[in-house]
C-alpha cells in the first residue's frame, strides 16, 4: 500500500481512535477537532495523537479537493482488509510450512545419528570379524564361518585395528613413485620446466585422503637425504572433473589458481592410479 495514499493515513488513524460517527467529510472533520481538542486537555496532552489528527484533517482536506467519496475510502478499507486477511493466511501457511521442515529435518537427525551409529559399528565389525560370543553360543557345535576367519585374521596380523582404531590412527594408504616412472605409465605429462633438471630425482608420495581426494609430497632425493620439495592436494572435486574430462586430457595440478602449475597429469590414468590407492584401505 502507498504510505502517501489518504486513504491508506485515514485507515491507519481511524484504527487508534474511538468509534466515529461521521457520516461524510465534513462531520468527520469536526469529529477530529473535537478529538483533537480532548487530546489537548489530557495531562499532560497526548501530542502524539494531537499531531495524527491534524494530519487527518489535512488528509480529509486532500480527499474533499480530489472529489473523493466517502464510499471510495471505505470500498478502499474493505479491500485492504480482504488483501491483509489473505497475507494473514499466507504467513500461517508459511509458519506450517516452517514447522513442517523442522520437524523433518529433526527426524533426518535422528536417522542421521542412527545411520552413523550402525556404520561405526559394521566398520568395527569389519576390523577383525568377531562375532558376539553369544552366537557361537547359540551355534553350539556348528563351526561358524566368521569366527575362524577372525581366528586366522588375529593370529596373521603384526597390529590389532581396532586398537589402532581407538588410537585415533587412519588407514591412509601411501604410495611411493619416481617421476620417471608416473611418465612412462603416462600418468604425468611434464613437470614445471623450472624443475626438470631435478626430474630424474624426484619421488612422489601419494597418501589417500579420508574426505576424498589425494595428497602428493614431492621428494628430491640425493643420496641418502632426501628433502621435500612441494606437497600438492587434489581435492574429491577435482578428481570428480578429471573423471568428466576427455580421455587422457590434460589437467594441470596446483593448489592454487594464482600460482603456476607444478606439473600437468592425464586425467584418465591418474584417476586410475588414485582408485588403486584408495583400495588398498578395504
Same mark, same amino acid.
Given at each position: ?51 495524527? &489528527?491534524?494530519?487527518? @484533517? ?5 480527499? *474533499? ?5 466517502? #464510499?471510495?475510502? $471505505?470500498? /478502499? ?45 559394521? &566398520?568395527?565389525?569389519? @576390523? ?5 560370543? *553369544? ?5 553350539? #557345535?556348528?563351526? $561358524?564361518? /566368521? ?56 619421488? *612422489? ?5 579420508? #574426505? ?71
Amino acid at each position: 500500500e502507498d504510505a502517501d495514499n489518504p486513504r491508506a493515513k485515514l485507515e491507519g488513524l481511524f484504527r487508534d481512535v474511538d468509534l466515529l460517527e461521521a457520516k461524510d467529510f465534513d462531520e468527520m472533520k469536526e469529529e477530529f477537532e473535537r478529538r483533537r481538542t480532548a487530546y489537548k486537555t489530557f495531562s499532560p496532552p497526548n501530542y502524539e495523537m494531537m499531531h495524527r &489528527l491534524q494530519d487527518g @484533517l489535512r488528509m480529509i482536506d486532500e480527499l *474533499i479537493n480530489v472529489e473523493a467519496l466517502p #464510499a471510495d475510502v $471505505l470500498e /478502499f478499507m474493505g479491500t485492504s482488509l480482504v488483501q491483509r486477511q489473505r497475507h494473514r493466511k499466507y504467513l500461517q501457511q508459511v509458519e506450517t510450512g516452517l514447522k513442517k521442515i523442522e520437524a523433518r529435518k529433526e527426524a533426518y537427525s535422528q536417522e542421521l545419528k542412527m545411520s552413523i551409529n550402525e556404520y561405526k559399528q559394521a &566398520l568395527s565389525f569389519s @576390523l577383525d570379524l568377531g562375532l558376539p560370543d *553369544i552366537f557361537q553360543k547359540m551355534a553350539g #557345535a556348528t563351526q $561358524l564361518k /566368521f569366527t575362524s576367519i577372525h581366528r586366522t585374521m588375529k593370529t596373521r596380523r603384526a597390529f590389532d585395528p581396532k586398537k589402532m582404531q581407538a588410537l585415533g590412527c587412519d588407514f591412509a594408504p601411501i604410495e611411493t613413485f619416481s617421476v620417471l616412472d608416473l611418465k612412462k605409465k603416462k600418468v604425468i605429462d611434464r613437470v614445471h620446466p623450472r624443475f626438470v633438471p631435478l626430474e630424474k630425482k624426484m619421488k *612422489i608420495t601419494f597418501r589417500a585422503l579420508n #574426505a576424498g581426494g589425494v595428497e602428493m609430497v614431492v621428494n628430491v632425493t640425493q643420496g641418502s637425504s632426501q628433502n621435500a620439495l612441494k606437497t600438492l592436494i587434489v581435492t574429491e572435486e577435482t578428481l570428480t572433473e578429471m573423471r568428466r574430462a576427455e580421455k587422457n586430457e590434460q589437467v594441470p595440478l596446483r593448489n592454487s589458481p594464482n600460482e603456476e602449475p607444478f606439473l600437468h597429469c592425464l586425467s584418465t590414468n591418474f584417476v586410475s592410479l588414485v582408485m588403486e590407492l584408495s583400495k588398498q584401505s578395504a
